[in-house]
């Protein structure tokens, strides 16, 4: 790294926000195709946990899928309507679906809201929220850091 790389992370530098694992990878699925994408996770020995739709802001329906006993999980998730913000990344991505987010878990969402605030990261959400499966989650904006963009959409969630 160079010095000013060096001297904004030291900066930048403090008690973790509680990070324990990657919760799940999330990938969006066109409308109507959802069933589908859930029977195709199966051949590959996945089994479904969990499936609920979230009207408000998020707009969409979502199946949780793991394989083995881990704690790491695929979810899918299928647009409701053209508003859904799901909708609008499937086409920006030509009509088809993909990766839409990975969800990194915390022992306490709003630890690590205030703790990654601080450390000047943009987060979408006005205060962590209620997720799907009970959760409560926030999301970092795909530039993260100003300087350092993951270039993707990061939810942090709590169980």
Do not use: C, W
């Amino acid at each position: 790294m160079n010095s000013a790389t060096d001297t904004l992370f030291e900066a930048l530098e403090g008690p973790p926000p509680g990070f324990m694992f990657v919760d799940h990878v999330a990938i969006s699925v066109p409308r109507g195709t959802l069933d589908d994408h859930v029977a195709a996770y199966r051949l590959l020995g996945f089994e479904e946990v969990h499936r609920e739709t979230a009207e408000g802001a998020d707009r969409v329906r979502e199946v949780m899928l793991r394989i083995g006993a881990g704690p790491n999980m695929i979810q899918l998730l299928e647009p409701l309507d053209e508003m859904s913000t799901v909708q609008k990344a499937i086409d920006r991505n030509g009509g088809k679906g993909g990766l839409h987010h990975v969800a990194l878990r915390v022992k306490d969402a709003q630890l690590a809201f205030d703790d990654l605030k601080r450390k000047g990261f943009r987060i979408i959400d006005e205060a962590p929220r209620r997720g799907g499966h009970g959760s409560t989650v926030f999301f970092l904006h795909p530039k993260g850091l100003e300087k350092t963009p993951f270039n993707v959409l990061i939810e942090v969630v709590q169980d």
